[in-house]
């Protein structure tokens, strides 16, 4: 929200009470509404795994924000290392979920397969006795 509110208006520039500037502000204002992005989720019944993402990005946000304000983190770039790091295990979980399910209707194919050979065998054996 304060990347696109910037782009028209000057936050860098204007104070706000308790905040250095109105950039922070806008910023901490619009993380309180990025959990109720998930409420249309719940409404149109999404699959769970779509559930990660959002999650991950709203925990990272608020995690890395706060490790930053308060010192922990002193290095900016850490904040960076580790959302990179967080992405990269989310594509790697969903990955493993496409690359099961993309085998087990494999495997359930070549079961149906299978089974229709043994069926065609069968009927050709009693056919032609």
Do not use: C
Not at 23 to 29: E, G, L, P, S
Not at 47 to 69: E, K, R
Not at 92 to 113: A, H, M, Q, S, T
């Amino acid at each position: 929200m304060n990347n696109i509110l910037s782009l028209r208006y000057d936050l860098e520039g204007t104070a706000y009470a308790g905040f250095p500037n109105m950039n922070v502000a806008v910023f901490q204002y619009s993380l309180l509404v990025v959990p109720f992005t998930l409420i249309p989720a719940v409404y149109l019944r999404a699959y769970w795994v779509s559930y990660i993402v959002p999650i991950f990005v709203y925990i990272n946000i608020i995690g890395l924000y706060v490790a930053f304000h308060y010192g922990v983190l002193k290095n900016p770039d850490w904040i960076f290392y580790i959302s990179v790091t967080g992405i990269s295990l989310i594509i790697l979980i969903f990955y493993g979920f496409v690359r099961e399910y993309y085998f087990n209707l494999i495997e359930e194919e070549n079961g149906k397969n299978e089974i229709i050979e043994l069926y065609e065998k069968e009927f050709i054996d009693h056919g032609s006795k």
